[in-house]
């Protein structure tokens, strides 16, 4: 269920549940204008709309090809019908890109999300609460940027994600363009030389060094012609994956947490440099290996 609130004139807008089935069908057969439908899985969930078909995994938002019902193996679909001004807020929310993610540890204090999120500097846009896999998105209209001090978040154990989108910020798009598009639906231009592979590296790095040892990049064999090479592609950004890997695997203490925290660091790099990875088409490979760590 995805949920607006306007907190400015204290409503919630939803859709309604029209009905639920298990029976295999094409939902573009069934859905209009004016309806949409969530297909469950066990560890993400497919929105359809008339015109597209998007996944929510914990991580990531996609956008997918079309598929046929008879090629669909959801244990569960909903179909919802919604009035025209809910409509008109999720087809603005499935257009724009974040410009801001976090996972919220659990002993983050209230006060620091805050400044964290008031740091994004939006004042007209959408911030999301999701509870990916669950279907449940929560997203709270921003309007001025005041919202952000009236939001009554949920425990942060129940919140997976929390995003920021600003629609000040994507009007320098070139069209509305899916959340975390894959290689195949990536923009076609061309990319300048880059570094961003290294910066990834150096972003990893300095993590390991402060809070782990001072020690680790030392003790790890760097293919340092790729790491350090200006010229960001497949096969340099893949040496850099596996140094960070080797780094993680010589973690001795409180290793699932390092994990967690270099996630969370991935993450907020996905989103600053996502324009770049796309025109250089290493969307998909960055989220490939952001699923393995």
Known sequence: MITFYDINRDIELKPEIAFKTIIKL????????????????????????????????????????KKQGNELN???????TAEEEYIELLKQ?????????????????????????????????????????????????IQ???????????????????????????TCLAGPKPIYSDAKNSVN????????HTKLFELIAEYLEKNVSARIIYEV??????????????ETLNATFQAIKKAINLIKTDKPKHIENIKTLISAFYTEHYHELEKLKL?????????EI
């Open 26 to 65: 094409d939902p573009f057969k069934v859905i209009n204008e004016n309806t949409f439908a969530i297909a469950l899985y066990d560890n993400y969930f497919d929105l359809f709309t008339s015109s597209d078909t998007l996944r929510f995994t914990p991580e990531f938002k996609v956008k997918l090809e």
């Open 74 to 80: 959801y244990k569960e679909i909903i179909f919802f």
């Open 93 to 141: 929310y499935l257009s724009l890109e974040p410009c801001f993610k976090i996972k919220p540890p659990q002993d983050l204090p209230r006060e620091e999300l805050l400044k964290l999120l008031q740091n994004s500097s939006c004042k007209n846009g959408f911030l999301e609460i999701n509870a990916i896999p669950n279907p449940e998105i929560d997203i709270v209209l």
């Open 144 to 170: 001025s940027g005041e919202e952000f001090n009236l939001i009554d978040f949920p425990d942060l154990e129940k919140i997976n994600r929390i995003l920021i989108y600003d629609i000040e910020k994507n």
């Open 189 to 196: 231009a061309q990319a300048n030389n880059s570094n961003i």
């Open 221 to 234: 064999p760097l293919d340092r012609n790729k790491i350090f090479r200006e010229d960001s592609n497949p």
């Open 283 to 291: 969307i998909t490979q960055l989220e490939k290996f952001y699923t």
